[in-house]
């Protein structure tokens, strides 16, 4: 098992981001396959209203073999994923450190690790506020000590919002872009001044590589904000999403070219992806980049899906004279690291990679960066195409002057083929 982990590592190459970056990051490179959803919603996104029933689950794996000794907490943050000056019981009620007892072994896998629940809110951790927040979790009740963390939002029902994707109004996007056409009608309090009060804020299949804080074109009656604008409004429309489906060992699904037991783990090859930048669109149903566990052979996904090691392979004559290439998905949370950073391989004139994951469903497309800081290009291999089906996601932040924090007052969702 120590061979076993110490090559986990290597293929993992997982390096713990500062903290106080405020985003999804994980600093412990036993932990894997990290999910946050509405409880009884696997493929939905980690967003709960004020004051109702809804719970969010979150699950993780531990290939480590041991159980340690883990705690959580929840910090508030703004529109920009800074964190609030502001207390733990300004925002929650509760207790601000709580352990994580509820894990269980893995049964009859190849490789074995703790599987992880936790549902909550919960008695002792309950956000009473609004707003952006972040589940960090911890080893040893020490804060410093940070294992994971992940974003999830609670939600007022304090605006009324019309939001949806259009046909670019200017001729040159039409074929590559979507356009959104957002208006919020605000139901707040002593308001000043909306334009400078409220921050409206619109995602891609959830992924916040794609982040765009919105320009207010015009406010109507001094309550209704319109954000119209036909040059500012608009995303790539991509292409649909690469996918290959491991839920089972024991057959070769469509994209799978190979399965294979080799010393420690069952190893699949998946057929060689080729560049899509220069060819047409192709209608392909997807899940928007998500991601799902399932053991199709199994009884309990949880605990006997298995880790499988997971061969990708771009095909490319030659390599990049600059810049590099990830895979990127919902599974690695749309990060571009050195464990999503595909290797330039001579012989096979290919880009490759090898990632250990668990048995499920996946989607994925390859990402180019120009220079570790650049913003991730999706267009430079897969391509953009205006037919391209993808859910969009709006934030409607709400903060007036002298207030401590920023509420969430409105979310929306809108899909580009459903008008």
């Not at 809804?54 to 994923?81: M, Q």
């Not at 259009?166 to 001729?171: F, G, L, N, S, Y």
Request: proline share 3%.
């Amino acid at each position: 098992m120590d061979k076993l982990l110490a090559i986990v590592f290597l293929c993992w190459g997982i390096y713990c981001l500062d903290a106080q970056t405020k985003n999804d990051t994980i600093c412990d490179k036993d932990i894997h396959t990290i999910q946050l959803y509405v409880e009884g919603w696997e493929m939905s996104n980690p967003v709960i209203f004020l004051n109702s029933q809804d719970k969010l689950h979150l699950s993780f794996d531990d290939l480590s073999g041991n159980p340690k000794k883990l705690y959580y907490t929840i910090i508030h943050c703004n529109e920009k994923w800074e964190q609030e000056n502001v207390s733990y019981y300004e925002i929650a009620e509760g207790f601000e450190s709580n352990p994580l007892m509820d894990y269980k072994y893995s049964v009859s896998t190849v490789v074995n690790y703790l599987h992880y629940d936790l549902i909550f809110p919960n008695e002792n951790c309950r956000p009473i506020v609004s707003g952006n927040y972040l589940l960090i979790v911890f080893a040893d009740n020490d804060i410093e000590k940070v294992v994971f963390q992940r974003k999830f939002y609670v939600v007022e029902k304090s605006a009324i919002i019309d939001f949806r994707i259009i046909k670019p109004e200017i001729a040159r996007y039409m074929q590559r872009q979507h356009q959104f056409y957002l208006v919020v009608t605000p139901d707040v309090q002593n308001s000043i001044d909306l334009r400078s009060e409220i921050k409206a804020v619109v995602v891609q299949n959830f992924n916040f590589n794609t982040r765009k804080t919105c320009y207010l074109a015009q406010l109507q009656d001094n309550k209704i904000l319109v954000y119209d604008n036909p040059d500012s409004n608009l995303f790539m429309g991509l292409n649909e999403f690469r996918n290959f489906d491991i839920k089972s060992i024991r057959y070769q699904s469509p994209r799978i070219k190979s399965i294979s037991y080799l010393m420690n783990w069952y190893e699949v090859v998946l057929h060689p992806d080729s560049w899509r930048n220069k060819k047409q669109y192709f209608s392909e149903q997807d899940i928007n980049g998500k991601f799902f566990i399932e053991n199709s052979n199994g009884k309990t996904k949880d605990i006997d899906a298995d880790y499988v090691m997971v061969y990708f392979r771009l095909l490319t004559p030659d390599s990049l004279e600059r810049g590099n290439l990830y895979v990127n998905g919902a599974f690695n949370n749309w990060q571009c690291n050195e464990y999503s950073r595909l290797k330039y391989d001579t012989l096979e004139h290919a880009y490759k990679i090898n990632l250990l994951l668990k048995q499920g469903y996946y989607n994925y497309l390859f990402v180019y960066k120009e220079a570790p800081s650049s913003i991730p290009d999706y267009v430079f291999v897969e391509r953009s195409h205006y037919e391209t089906e993808n859910e969009y996601q709006a934030f409607i932040y709400y903060q007036m002057p002298g207030e401590r924090y920023q509420r969430l007052i409105g979310y929306a969702v809108a899909n580009s083929l459903h008008k």
